[in-house]
């Protein structure tokens, strides 16, 4: 039997995920592991969410959908950008996907052809230069180089170095937390307007920032493609649910596609999406857990000798700088997993130049588990 593999699957594993299935093996042993590895909120979909999925259950009724979602979960998403951000978004531009994932599949096979060139910044999350490079799109790395977020000076330069196609980028981001600022997110979305270059804006840490209100890439125009999900702020992860606000000309390419990749998002879920919206007293207390665990890493981070690479504005990350106690993430990773019991995701998953001097902290868990992984962390460093 001949097994064929290509060569666009010969991208860069998910390192945190490997972390995931080590910790899990050493709980399956019986080891006390904290788990402070990937980007999942620790509790659960909101009460009135998972009746609205019981009572679908109930009813019996669930199937496929509109590829474009259910027009009642447009309709509040719709909403959703009138109450929180104070922008008219028409429910005929959002499409309802299986997750972020299926959106940035759908945002990349609609708008670029292979070999085109799509700007990213490093640090970023590595399925953003996975997933483009598994699609034979050329991959622009942008070194932020400590300046937390990107600006249109750095996709200019970019630009000029050799034209790019696209740009995507994350507000907060995956890893550091950084938010880019109002005025500066409007520069880049004017310059890439003028360069031509196609914006993707990653918000799916909306709702998640400690410092200053959301300001979502779509304020400055309705020619960017905005990318959603119900996973962080609303603590939906496993429900596998997210949108995207796209302009008009890409609503039919996007759900061309996504009817012979996808069909449909899963019913159950998008019914119980529709009432997320109504869940925001409850998710904001959950917020404000996330807000005391970041003061205790905030404060001490620093002083276990784990400087902050970037402040940590939004989302529920740290990333924080391991050289002065190794050169290698990866190994830091193993050690302080084998020997502390604490699961931490090495930088290289999301730099591959620089990574192997940063670790990424999630701070999604209870106030006691991020107590224990510090005080873990202090007496083994």
Known sequence: ???AISRRSEVEPFHAMDVLAEANRLRAQGHPVVSLAVGQPSDPAPAVVRQAAADAIAAGKIGYTDSLGLPALREAIAAHYADHYGIEVPAARIAVTTGSSAGFNLA???MFDPGDRVAITAPGYPAYRNVLTALGLEVVEIRLDGEGALTADHLERAHREKPLKGVL???PANPTGAVIPPETLRGIVEAARAMGIAVISDEIYHRLAYTAPDATALAFGDDVTVINSFSKYYCMTGWRIGWMVLPEALVRPVERVAQSLYISAPEISQAAAIRAFEAGAELDRVKERYRVNRALLADALPQIGL?????MDGAFYAYC???RHSNDSMDFAQRLLKECHVAATPGLDFDLAEGHRFLRLSY???EAEISTAIERLRAWL
Do not use: E, Q
């Open 169 to 171: 980028f994350a507000s």
């Open 364 to 366: 999604a868990g209870s």
């Open 108 to 110: 990349f096979l609609a």
């Open 321 to 323: 700088d391991v050289s």
């Open 1 to 3: 039997m001949v097994v």
């Open 307 to 311: 400087p902050l690479a970037a402040p």
